[in-house]
């Protein structure tokens, strides 16, 4: 644990100190010869590359569609600024990358190393393109360097980082079970860090700073919402990023505050993460924008409890069967209209009003309008329900916080 807390440390002082350095010195680790990349995920991408270069391990990366995967890397191995590092280079015109080490790197990345972080990569690129072959790749050499396990999976971070130990092993458990239960179910990141002090000046910067060069997030538009806590500011903070912006928008937002931080207030921690979680599986499977009725089972399909099928009925069968009855009344008037029209044949057809009118008995003199009455009907503009903010990163993030 003390690892940890001293890891996430040492990348805020390289957030803070070192990539300025570095940018300052015009030390490039990103060439996007192909415009892929979005200037946010570049800026982030070269971050995470000046924190590994302070690790011992420079990598550039090579977005370029000119030459063979590995011809293409060892082009680019002359812009290492010792000889010693690895090179990405990803292939447009293939859709096939490489990740290649040179000088004393291979020492610590092998070939097969590298052709392990590369596999993992290509999947990534396959599946959503360069940026998340990036994160992988950023990701795995990392982990490499300090010892860890390759991440192959959806979330490069785990769903409960605490730092301040404020969950014990049995509700750490719980939590984690909730949190990446949600993360499954809905493929859409869900996670909480909690730690004592907040490096940043405010918990939004700080949540959407971890949001961003911490890597969360699932798919090619890195979806989900990140739950920060700093004990010693007795601050929280919701951000949420990509499809999540609009599935939990301001009004849900609000409610995910007012579930929550009671729990917090009351140190019960375990209840805040847990209720947390099950609300934003509730969101995610009902987008249309409703407030949380603590009731997974009320989907699209019919719900388990007695006062969810009232509700089913209410809300799918209901508007079904009054739009049959109504078309069927249509019908039936239609026909027995048509039937009595027909019986009435002593009718005559006329051409013009004069035998309805005695003559004589109309004398028009004066025509005009009278104003009667007016309906005024005012329809109020739509507002949009997800307030957005920039990150340091360069990206738009939603969510909200405040005190416990």
Known sequence: MKRKISLIKMLIFLIVFLFPCAAFAGQTYVYDKEDELSASQIKILETRCSWLESDGAELIIVIDGDKRPETGADAFSSKLSSGNGLVLYIDEESDSLILKAYGNAKNTFPEETCAEISRLAQIKLDRFGEYDSCQSTVVNVTGKLYGEAFVEGSFYRPAVCDYSGVLNENENTAVKEQLEKTRNEINMDVAVIVEDEMWGSTAEETADDYYDYLFYGAGEDDDGILLYISMDERKYQFSTYGDAIEIIGNKRIEELKNSVAPYLSEGK??????????????????????????????????????SGKVKYFISKVWPAALTAGIIFGIIMGLIL???????????????????????????????????LYSNVIRTPKPQQDSGTHMSSGGRFHGGGGGSF
Request: charged fraction near 25%.
């Open 269 to 306: 921690f375990a209840d805040a993460f847990i209720t947390y979680g099950k609300m934003v599986e509730y969101y995610a499977v009902n987008p249309g924008g409703g407030g949380y009725d603590g009731n997974l089972e009320n989907r699209s399909h019919m719900p388990a409890t007695f």
């Open 337 to 371: 209209t048509s039937a009595k029209k027909r019986k009435m044949n002593n009718a005559v057809k006329q051409t013009d009003a004069d035998a309805y009118l005695e003559e004589g008995s109309v004398n028009l003199k004066t025509c005009r309008d009278i104003y």
